[in-house]
């Protein structure tokens, strides 16, 4: 039995957590669930009472949510190199950049999906402030390159990476050379191309 036992969809977030697996490179398990079925179902909802996609089973330990599980994986695979060291000072770049990306920039690019409108003189109330702002500090983070820590790839690239990825192909994130660049760059290792495939390969297989 693996130690680790990975809970997804192929259409789902799970993708990212699919790429850091591949990333880490030491065996898991995959077990493929269903939207609104396997899910939904009792025995899952032990796993994340949410009912939602992804969640990692790693010993006796479970973890949920997709920014939670990279980081937990790059700290209990430090040997793997995919977060700065303890006395970096990209260190802290990688923790503001992931949970920037969990945060501020998830929730504007969900508002720019729903045409979720924030009233004038109300940005202070919500995490984001605007949508222009948020896609400006990321810009900004990113110049120096070649990855958000600087020369260091990191589980906050994983999920950075797949969000502007994601982003730019549904109309989430305007589009914008350097955001292009980055993606490109972060999408072309082997670990997220196997990721790519095994998902492609599993809707193949399994769509009606």
Not at 29 to 44: D, R, V
Request: hydrophobic share 45%.
């Amino acid at each position: 039995m693996n130690d680790l036992v990975f809970y997804t969809n192929p259409q789902s977030r799970g993708r990212i957590v699919h790429w850091m697996l591949e990333e880490i490179s030491e065996p898991y398990e995959t077990i493929w669930l269903e939207f609104g079925a396997t899910m939904k179902n009792a025995e899952y909802l032990t796993v994340n009472p949410m009912g939602k996609v992804p969640a990692l089973k790693h010993g006796a330990a479970f973890i949920t949510e997709t920014p939670a599980i990279c980081a937990y994986l790059a700290d209990h695979f430090p040997e793997k190199n995919l977060l700065p060291a303890l006395n970096h000072p990209a260190r802290a770049d990688y923790f503001r950049w992931l949970f920037f990306a969990a945060g501020p920039l998830e929730q504007a690019m969900t508002a720019k999906a729903l045409d979720w409108q924030v009233p004038e003189g109300k940005q202070g109330f919500v995490g984001f402030g605007s949508y222009a702002a948020t896609l400006a500090a990321v810009e900004k983070a990113l110049q120096p390159g070649p990855y958000i820590c600087g020369a260091q790839f990191t589980a906050a690239d994983v999920y950075l990476g797949s969000q502007l990825g994601w982003g730019m192909m549904f109309g989430t994130i305007e589009k914008h050379p350097l955001f292009e660049d980055y993606v490109a760059r972060v999408y072309s290792r082997p670990a997220a191309l196997k990721a790519i495939r095994l998902n492609e390969e599993y809707l193949q297989h399994h769509q009606a």
